[in-house]
């Protein structure tokens, strides 16, 4: 599968906690995305990281990536209630156009 | 996402028939993709369209066609070959050029009567 699979495939802490999810894939890749699904909407695109960057940054949200290890974190800082939601990461191959999605993480954040 | 419109938001098929889900884009974005996503599932490429009047099949084409006769349009026809077309149908646009965080419209629910 050219997929980025996600792990764990669902999660449920408090909110205030922080949660990681991980995202592992089997070719070379140009970036990888990440893409946040609420439940019955389209999906809304979070962040891209580049191959030959190894961490980024968008407000509560922190992604990582080791090339080496083929993999990707992605780390929602102090969660809210509102970050409930599936976690999908898609990596973009090196040479190809489209995004291959995995089956996502489903984040539960109780109140 | 307000720059890209699917309808409808439920459609029902009854057997033998054919149904077609709108996708409509105001982003003047090239490329155009349909996916389709099942139950606690991810998502699986349908077809996609990097430019007016070509578009290409991608991994579950079968049963599904489209057209691409304006930049601003790409519309999927579930056809009665496809014989199991209940799921969650997103369409997604790109803007040209790499690299590419796609923008995904609302999605259409199929089910059949």
Redesign the interface.
Known sequence: SQ?GEEDPQALSIQEGENATMNCSYKTSI??L?W?RQNS??????LI?I?SNEREKHSGRLRVTLDTSKKSSSLLITASRAADTASY?C?P?LSGA???F????TRLTVIP | ?GG?T?SPKYLFRKEGQNVTLSCEQNLNHD?M?W?RQDP????R?IY?S?IVNDFQK?DIAEGYSVSREKKESFPLTVTSAQKNPTA?Y?C?TTDRG??????????T?LSIL
């Open positions: 997929q140009n970036n995305q893409y019955g909407r389209g999906l809304v695109h891209l580049r999908f898609a973009i156009n489209n995004l999605f995995g089956t996502g | 996402d890209i699917q490329a993709y996916y606690g599932q991810g998502l490429l996609y990097q991608g969650f997103l997604a790499l690299p590419k965080a796609q923008h995904f419209g609302d999605g629910r």
